[in-house]
């Protein structure tokens, strides 16, 4: 089978299996995450709708506390005193106050005054029969720090909410004597929600398909239609077996017009993938299959590529079977020569990291790359701390443990692989951290410091493991064309050298004190 052929074969399915899976991808998460989108949006709206209506209630509520523990309301329920509903309860009070009725009762819901418009008097004394009737409901919602609830007059099928306080003295010396209601009709309180957000409610009963309690005052719910979505906050109604349904609905435009975009998208990246699949089948003909023939004899060079990690397929057509085959052989010849190379000039027989041969190379890379790029370079001196005491104590044999721990140690903490650090002489040894700020290559000193000192050396088979201590020294720079990798050594060298003076620390160039 040619190459040509065999192009043909792939490039046509792949291009088919690609067009239907990106067109699945964006039917199953892009819809999916319109839909998320609208379901935020919709809980944003449901407590931003109910919000919205705590804070119609709460003026409400706040209205009743102020009268609740006014001193003068407090005598009025002890004297009933006549001057007090001259002076406070006339009919501009509830203008005043936004509200269409006011009830003072005693403490056991008996009314015992009532101030109401003319628009409710004919609920007026159903209004005080509800109160006195639902006495235990009233004190469990106040309880629950619910204080308001809705109700429904037996004569008009008028539904009014009403927040209520306890009424005692301003100092809360005395036990409350009574209670204050503030009574609004719901068409009222429904215009007052407009007025404050612009909220239009609908409001309807609803048969109960379960019972609502004080915990479940305004439940929100919503359903969502092709051109609309319902947003719902239900409260029960105190007197009622139907609980009362408070409606706005949001338009479903801006989302529907999303899906129409969706497949519009779909639609496009069909055309796209039936046009970009003629002009790479032209051009694979034209450029890069005739390409591939003539570049049979180049590929056979690669021998001499300082490249000598690449290695080619040799499965497919017989063309790229001749070149991959050829090219491999050569490539595994010079990579095997050059490992050996490498094993005897760059890393060091003992520690098995790399000797300072190799770090003088990567420093001199590092080096220039962190001039181009204005990049941070740090560089770590570590030495281990009495380590002559530690060859006099367990010999030779017991210092070159101590020497594979440490370097142990530091590669287990290097996790970047532009990391590195070889063995610089004797117990010492050197860190290179590009791209590295000073805080990043404190971290990381105190990392290797810390794991050293918990890493046991065995010196022996048949005695317990010591413990060494290191001692480290860091140098930070953004180096320029003026820089020297001696400098940076060297400014490395004198940290360690301070940090010596305690044994076990850190300590960065420039900060020793």
Not at 111 to 126: E, R
Not at 206 to 216: F, K, Q
Request: net charge neutral; proline share 3%; hydrophobic share 40%.
């Amino acid at each position: 089978m040619t190459l040509r052929k065999l192009t043909s074969l792939v490039l046509i399915p792949v291009l088919i299996l690609t067009f239907l899976s990106v067109c699945l991808f964006f039917n199953m998460t892009y819809r999916e995450t319109f839909r998320n989108v609208e379901s935020r949006y919709i809980k944003q709206q449901l407590d931003l709708l109910k919000n919205t209506t705590s804070k119609s209630i709460s003026r409400l509520r706040q209205t009743a506390t102020d009268w609740g523990v006014w001193d003068d309301t407090y005598n009025f329920i002890q004297s009933r005193d006549v001057e007090y509903t001259k002076s406070n309860l006339v009919p501009s009070t509830l203008m005043n106050i936004n509200a269409d009725a006011m009830y003072f009762t005693d403490t056991g819901m008996n009314t015992l005054y009532s101030l109401v418009s003319d628009t409710i008097a004919m609920d007026k004394t159903c209004i005080a029969d509800v109160l006195k009737a639902k006495q235990a409901y009233i004190l469990e919602m106040y309880n629950n720090k619910e204080p308001f609830f809705f109700l429904r007059s037996a004569g008009s099928d008028e539904v009014f909410i009403a927040v209520f306080s306890k009424v005692t003295d301003s100092n809360m010396t005395f036990r409350p004597n009574g209670f204050i209601f503030i009574i609004q009709t719901l068409q009222n309180f429904i215009q007052s929600t407009y007025d404050n957000s612009g909220y239009t409610l609908m409001m309807h009963d609803v048969a109960p398909g379960r019972t609502l309690d004080g915990s479940e005052i305004f439940t929100p719910s919503y359903i969502r239609d092709k051109d609309d979505i319902s947003l719902t906050l239900m409260s029960p109604i105190i007197n009622s077996a139907d609980n009362l349904t408070l409606s706005f609905r949001l338009n479903r435009d801006i989302f529907r017009y999303a899906d129409g975009m969706l497949y519009t998208t779909i639609g496009v990246i069909m055309l796209i993938f039936i046009v970009a699949g003629a002009a790479v089948t032209i051009l694979m003909n034209v450029f890069v299959l005739k390409r591939v023939r003539s570049l049979t004899y180049e590929f056979k060079q690669l021998k001499d590529s300082p490249d000598h990690d690449n290695r080619l397929d040799e499965t497919g057509v017989q063309e790229l079977k001749i070149l991959a085959n050829t090219a491999n052989r050569s490539m595994d010849d010079i990579r095997s020569l050059n490992k050996k190379l490498m094993m005897m000039t760059n890393i060091d027989g003992l520690t098995g990291i790399p000797n300072r041969r190799f770090f003088n190379l990567i420093m001199d890379k590092e080096l220039k790359r962190a001039v181009r790029n204005s990049f941070e370079l740090s560089v770590m001196m570590l030495d281990i701390d009495y380590f002559k005491s530690f060859n006099e104590t367990y010999g030779h044999i017991g210092g070159d443990e101590c020497l594979k721990a440490v370097a142990h140690a530091i590669t287990s903490m290097l996790q970047r692989p532009a990391d590195f650090a070889a063995r610089f002489g004797g117990e010492e040894f050197i860190i290179l951290l590009p791209e590295t700020s000073k805080e990043g290559s404190k971290h990381i000193a105190e990392g290797i410091r810390k794991l050293v000192l918990e890493t046991p050396v065995f010196v022996n088979e048949n005695e317990q493991p010591v413990f060494i201590t290191v001692s480290i020294g860091i140098s930070t720079s953004v180096p320029d064309k003026k820089t020297r990798k001696e400098s940076l050594i060297e400014n490395a060298d004198i940290a360690l050298y301070n940090a010596k003076k305690e044994r076990n620390c850190t300590v960065h160039f420039g900060e020793w004190k």
